[in-house]
């Protein structure tokens, strides 16, 4: 079955620091992962995005990796902002352009 | 274009009743998606139109749920008779099929149901 699972359920950390947040999937056939943040009430906002042959890329204070070997893949978030407050949402393609979404992980950056 | 965007952003109605929500992509965008995600979930899929057509309904979409793309264009999603269960947000997506983005989603805002 297909599945995508994200950890941790939920974070908390301070303004300033940095933090990582994993994701695991058995999709297959695998086309392509992405990290999209989520804003309270709000859609989905797509941050990067990777292909198989790819194993980083960065978008601003965020930089993904993907091993597609263990088909893991994680977001770290550096100097962390209030505003990164949101849900992290881990989604992997199948090569039919279906999407199957992780859980998401909660993040809460505190002053 | 100002990407996707749907309407009604809220909506309260009592169990029973009938909504209508609606969702206009991207203008180029020949896939629409519709997706609906509960608290602390991520977005389940309910089904897709590629053009008019659409190609693929999940189990989750009940008989009570009906969408449409009549033009492909905008789309309609209809749910009948609602229940509390059905209280989510509903989101809407569109893609475009081919080119150096293929595949990719953007997403609308979402329209959060509260069935009371």
């Known amino acids: 079955k297909n599945q995508v699972e994200q950890s941790p359920q939920s974070l908390i950390i301070l303004e300033g620091k940095n933090c990582t947040l994993q994701?695991?999937?058995?999709?297959?056939?695998?086309?392509?992962l992405r990290w999209y943040k989520q804003d309270t009430g709000r859609g989905p906002v797509s941050l990067t995005i990777?292909?198989?042959?790819?194993n980083t890329k960065s978008n601003g204070r965020y930089t993904a990796t993907l091993d597609a070997d263990t088909k893991q893949s994680s977001l770290h978030i550096t100097a962390s902002q209030l505003s990164d407050s949101a849900s992290y949402i881990c989604?992997?393609?199948?090569?039919?352009?279906?999407?199957?979404f992780g859980q998401g992980t909660e993040l809460s950056v505190k002053p | 274009d100002t990407g996707v965007s749907q309407d009604p952003r809220h909506k309260i109605t009592k169990r029973g009743q009938n909504v209508t929500f609606r969702c206009d992509p991207i203008?180029?965008?020949?896939?629409l998606y519709w997706y609906r995600q509960t608290l602390g979930q991520g977005p389940e899929f309910l089904t897709y139109?590629?053009?008019?057509?659409?190609?693929?309904k999940s189990r989750l979409l009940s008989d009570r749920f009906s969408a449409e793309r009549p033009k492909g264009s905008f789309s309609t999603l209809e749910i009948q008779r609602t229940e509390q269960g059905d209280s989510a947000m509903y989101l809407c997506?569109?893609?475009?099929?081919?080119?150096?983005?293929?595949?990719?989603?953007?997403f609308g805002p979402g329209t959060r149901l509260t069935v009371t």
């Open positions: 997506a569109s893609s475009l099929k081919g080119g150096p983005r293929n595949y990719e989603q953007y």
């Open positions: 994701c695991n999937y058995t999709v297959s056939p695998f086309s392509n």
């Open positions: 990777m292909t198989f042959s790819e």
């Open positions: 989604v992997v393609s199948d090569q039919g352009g279906k999407l199957i």
């Open positions: 203008s180029e965008h020949n896939r």
């Open positions: 139109f590629q053009n008019e057509a659409q190609l693929e």
